[in-house]
């Protein structure tokens, strides 16, 4: 879906490459996730996809066709874009902003009224809202304006850059996870920038770790956090990459038939490994029992089936 | 009081006159205006150069402007004319820049990667938000030139400023109060009506 190969960017005449020989393929549907340090070239890297910038040197693909052969402007209207600003337009309403792009695209009012319907209620936010200035908003319903105005003509691919960085930890957290329901609903191919391996993890299919403008390792979470390439990526991901990498699975991975032996603590299905290991820490037991939403035994989740995973 | 009962299509005349004087020149110069703020606002050089010229006119006394077109344009509205909307340049112009520089980088950003095409930038983000700063512009440059606009009656361009002459020349006080207070009038009219217009136009802004 997308391919960038040898990708070098150099800001002026002589300047050091922000992105250097840089290649990558990114199949329809997956999401990718851009991750390294600040200043590694994640963002350069992203905004030469929907030729915000063009590359110095090198070729990029995108839906079969060089993006040097189309009109900037057009091909733009089909790609997502949001940032971490999110960049709402304050003069404008909140359905003028969801509809801006469809009515680039020359949509019927009544089509672009019913779409922004559809959207609010898939970013979770009362369609009453459309009628709303951005400023009348909080950051994080802002934030979901932007993800609905991204997916508004419904694009195959969506560039996001630290679309959940302006806002706390907490709502951070919940956001992610809807935004991660969306993308099952809406297959689209994602490429997403962050400096936050967490969030990278949570929302990537596979993981492009990148330094000085190379991308050091290009693989699904599970592979970076078990075989780290090399001793960048190891620092990178962190010495708790074996628990980051437990987040990846629920309980039901490791669960096995039958219920433990006298007595033992509870956790649901769907909770995921890292946050059971730390229950069970927490009580000191070696097993779990695992239990449905209505609390009935499902199996059991021992310690040495966790390590196994 | 006993001229001005008595001369009441005269006076409105003036009025008038004065009236379509003011709006003309604020309606020229700030379509020049925006014309050269668009220009300007992402050419920091043609912008200096610019505001040097429009400040040398701006500091040109009024009616020495005048005097200064009559070679060219001989007497009557034309000059004048050409002289209060060259001051509604300066006025206008910097808001217009000031107003575009101001529109947020996220905001372009956005524009720009969501698919406007320059043109469709510039009308349907900078121009709006750039709008408020525009229209306290045009306040200020309309009350300024309907004061400025009573001089232009020296090289015969009409308008309230008449009155107020007819009034000097002859020691008449009333003919000098009466052009006198309607100008301020029709000043502190268009001050307060353009104030509310700004405040419905730039809803977004505040409730
Ligand atoms: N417009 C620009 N002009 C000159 N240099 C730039 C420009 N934009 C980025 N750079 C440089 O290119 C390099 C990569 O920048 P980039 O913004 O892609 O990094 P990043 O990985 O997105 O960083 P961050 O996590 O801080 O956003 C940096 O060294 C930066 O200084
Ligand atoms: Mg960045």
């Excluded at chain 1, 037991?285 to 310690?303: F, H, I, P, Y």
């Excluded at chain 2, 320059?118 to 004061?147: D, K, N």
Aim: proline share 5%; charged share 20%; aromatic share 6%.
């Amino acid at each position: 879906m997308i391919t960038m190969e040898h990708v070098t960017k150099r800001y002026g005449e002589g300047a050091a490459a922000s992105v250097d020989d840089l290649s990558i393929e990114v199949p329809e549907g997956v999401t990718v996730a851009l991750v390294g340090p600040s200043g590694c070239g994640k963002t350069t890297t992203m905004r030469m996809i929907n030729r915000l910038i063009d590359p110095t040197e090198g070729r990029i693909v995108v839906n079969g066709a060089d993006v040097r052969s189309v009109d900037p402007v057009i091909f733009r209207r089909h790609i997502g874009y949001v940032i971490q600003q999110v960049g709402l337009f304050p003069h404008m309403t909140i359905a003028q902003n969801v509809g801006a792009v469809p009515k680039l695209l020359g949509w019927s009012a009544d089509r672009i009224a019913k779409r922004n319907d559809e959207l609010m209620q898939l970013v979770g936010l009362d369609p009453e809202m459309l009628r709303r200035y951005p400023r009348q908003l909080s950051g994080g319903q802002r934030q979901r304006v932007g993800v609905a105005r991204a997916l508004a003509a419904d694009p195959p691919v969506l560039l996001m850059d630290e679309p959940f960085g302006a806002i706390d930890p907490i709502a951070r957290a919940r956001l992610q996870e809807e935004f991660r329901q969306i993308l099952r609903r809406v297959r689209k191919t994602v490429v997403l920038v962050t400096h936050d391996l967490d969030e990278a993890i949570r929302l990537g299919d596979r993981l492009a770790i990148m330094r000085d403008g190379k991308i050091v390792q290009y693989d699904t979470p599970d592979a970076i956090l078990s075989h780290p390439a090399d001793e960048f990526v190891e620092n990178f991901v962190g010495l708790d990459r074996a628990l980051k990498r437990l987040s990846l699975f629920t309980v039901e991975t490791a669960m096995t038939k039958g219920a433990p032996n006298g007595k033992a603590g509870k956790v649901a299905a769907g909770t995921n490994l890292r946050d059971a290991l730390a229950l069970m820490a927490a009580d000191n037991s070696e097993v779990l029992a695992v239990t449905d939403a209505s609390g009935a035994v499902l199996g059991q989740l021992k310690r040495d089936a966790i390590f196994a995973v | 009081m006993t001229w001005a009962p008595k001369h009441i299509p005269e006076i409105l005349a003036a009025a008038g006159q004065h009236l379509v004087l003011s709006l003309l020149s604020v309606l020229i110069g700030g379509i020049i205006a925006v014309a050269l703020g668009i220009v300007c606002a992402r050419r920091p050089r043609l912008y200096a150069f610019a505001l040097t010229i429009t400040g040398i006119i701006f500091v040109i006394p009024s009616l020495a402007l005048f005097a200064l077109m009559i070679p060219f344009l001989g007497l009557g509205m034309k000059p004048a004319l050409v002289g209060l909307s060259s001051y509604c340049l300066l006025i206008l112009l910097r808001n217009v820049v000031t107003g575009l520089r101001g529109v947020p980088e996220d905001i372009l950003d956005a524009a720009d990667g969501m698919g406007y095409g320059p043109w469709q930038r510039l009308v349907r983000i900078e121009l709006p938000l750039a709008l408020p700063l525009i229209l306290s512009g045009i306040r200020i440059a309309l009350v300024t030139v309907i004061g400025i606009a009573t001089v232009a009656a020296f090289i015969d361009a009409g308008g309230l400023g008449t009155i107020i002459l007819m009034g000097i020349d002859q020691n008449y006080p009333e003919k000098i109060l009466v052009g006198g207070l309607l100008t301020a009038f029709i000043a502190t009219f268009f001050d307060v009506l353009l104030s509310r217009t700004e405040k419905a136009i730039v809803r977004w802004r505040s409730d």
